[in-house]
């Protein structure tokens, strides 16, 4: 069955508070992906955001940002007997992160002390990350919210030999455990919202995980780290037409040989867990499962490095025989070898293909086994992609979208056409591209680091609504409404 999507992080939804939540917008917007006729919603990461609010260097795998908790939501379930006046973000439509974690944080706190616990969060404390990341957090705040490879050494060590008394942060600790478990449980029940709603979610899974993370704190053997917890050796990709220095993203490489003695056991778990909060999973950086670069830590940029296999199909074996009906969406994008795509097929994944690459480019056809993008969320908007070509390249652009719309049809909307009417099974645009923006809206310009990344927000509702009866029209007509 064809299927359409939509890409939309949950922080960039319209709310008070100057970040999206897991309230009554998040509930709006579900309404309206159904009106349409759409039937998976895309996310970005939903874990705690790391450096730079990249949703792609996480604190951990597991936990979810308390950003995304919704004030309104703990009001209702008596936890809180008033929410606070209107916050006002520095600029409407960009996501004030540090202004809104100041300000929710009180509350949620608040929230706590009113707390009492019950039978659903003792099942949830059984999760084996909970109690490790609350005390990571309560130590990361205690220390300034430096790395923990900052930490004085018994700190650093206490997920090893617990030697360090941690019975002064009791109280945070439970903190930090309560509002992991209001995150899931509000997540939960809007998932189970829109999948009652006909409309799948579909997370993301970065490959890599952070140095400054629960994942590498607490399981260093799983990684190539020296013996004072920095890396030897970290990831990134060589260099290319785009970047002449590579990037160099500085997550640590796992330790392979080890990670294959343990039954490949960090990543079976990372996988269920999140088989739990989304229906589909889009890995990034899949061609990581079949070589990965290996650069040294020593070096500046990412022209050092080496190629080196990885235990792919050993790893996918284990996978599949664990969670056999596991759905995997491979990010597969980029110059690769042809053994990451022979990886791909073996199992059967569903690819990538994203239109503003492959529009003009006839080696690259839309596959019916793939998932067809008009951009992603490394991508230009499609406004601003085509703003940025020149008359020349414009002009062949117009030619080949010319049978999508009319002469007056916005480039936007051409691009959206296409991408439904191709024969490929999956076809999802950001938000972005359905209203027509440029790229004042665009989500994250790769090699890049803070501002303004990660930033754009929809302030309200009206123009989605407006193009809502169009968009429902395409999906009809295209056979992709649910």
């Known amino acids: 069955m064809r299927k359409s999507g939509i890409l939309m992080p949950v922080a960039s939804l319209p709310n008070k508070y100057g970040i999206g939540s897991f309230g009554k917008e998040a509930y709006t917007f579900v309404d309206l992906l159904a009106k349409a006729g759409v ?35 703990l009001k ?11 916050f006002e973000p520095a600029e409407a439509d960009r996501i004030d992160y540090s202004g809104s974690r100041e300000y929710k944080e009180p509350w949620l706190r608040r929230a706590y002390k009113n707390f009492k616990g019950g039978a659903d969060y003792k099942k949830f404390l059984k999760n084996s990350w909970v109690y490790p990341y609350a005390v990571f957090v309560a130590l990361k705040t205690q220390n300034g919210l430096r790395a923990w490879t900052e930490w004085p050494k018994e700190q650093q060590n206490w997920i090893l030999d617990k030697k360090y008394d941690i019975s002064h942060l009791e109280d945070e600790i439970g903190y930090r455990m309560f509002a ?3 995150f899931y449980r509000q997540w939960m029940a809007l998932k189970k919202y829109a999948n009652g709603k006909g409309i799948k979610i579909m997370g993301d899974i970065p490959f890599y995980v952070g140095l400054d993370s629960l994942d590498v704190w607490s399981a260093r053997e799983e990684f190539l780290i020296n013996g004072d917890g920095e890396p030897s050796f970290i990831a990134g990709v060589p260099p290319d037409y785009f970047n002449a220095d590579g990037q160099r993203w500085g997550n640590p490489i796992y330790n392979w040989e080890y990670m294959r003695s343990t039954g490949f056991k960090f990543w079976i778990e990372r996988l269920r867990y999140s088989s739990v909060l989304y229906d589909i999973l889009r890995i990034d950086h899949f061609r990581a499962f ?10 500046p940029t990412a022209r050092e490095g080496d190629w080196i296999e990885a235990p792919g199909y050993e790893l996918f074996d284990e996978v599949y025989r664990v969670m056999p009906k596991i759905n995997i969406v491979a990010e597969d994008l980029g110059d690769l070898r042809p053994q990451v ?7 059967g994944l569903m690819g990538m293909n994203v239109a503003e690459f492959t529009l003009l480019d006839k080696s690259q056809p839309i596959r019916k086994n793939q998932l067809v993008y008009t951009g992603t969320h490394d991508n230009q908007t499609t406004l601003g992609w085509y703003r940025s070509m020149s008359k020349e390249e414009r002009r062949k652009i117009l030619w080949t979208l010319a049978p999508y719309g009319s002469a007056h049809t916005p480039v936007s909307r051409k691009l959206l056409m296409y991408i439904m009417q191709s024969k490929a099974e ?3 645009a950001p938000l972005s591209d359905v209203l027509g923006l440029d790229d004042r809206a665009r989500l994250n310009e790769p090699g890049t680091v803070g501002s303004p990344n990660w930033e754009w927000r929809l302030t309200d509702w009206k123009s989605f609504k407006r193009h809502l009866p169009w968009l429902r029209g395409l999906l009809l007509e295209t056979k992709r409404a649910h």
Not at 42 to 65: E, H, R
Not at 76 to 86: F, R, S, V
Not at 290 to 299: G, L, N, Q, R, V
């Open 426 to 428: 999956i076809a999802i």
């Open 39 to 73: 039937s998976i919603w895309q996310l970005l990461p939903l874990n705690p955001l790391g450096y730079g609010n990249s949703p792609y260097q996480p604190l951990s795998s597991f936990a979810g940002d308390e950003s995304y908790i919704d004030l309104d939501l």
């Open 180 to 182: 992991q478990y209001e």
């Open 341 to 347: 795509l022979e990886l791909r097929d073996h199992y």
């Open 76 to 86: 209702k379930d008596g936890l809180l007997d008033a929410t606070p006046e209107d």
């Open 290 to 299: 079949d070589t990965y670069w290996k650069i040294p830590a020593s070096c």
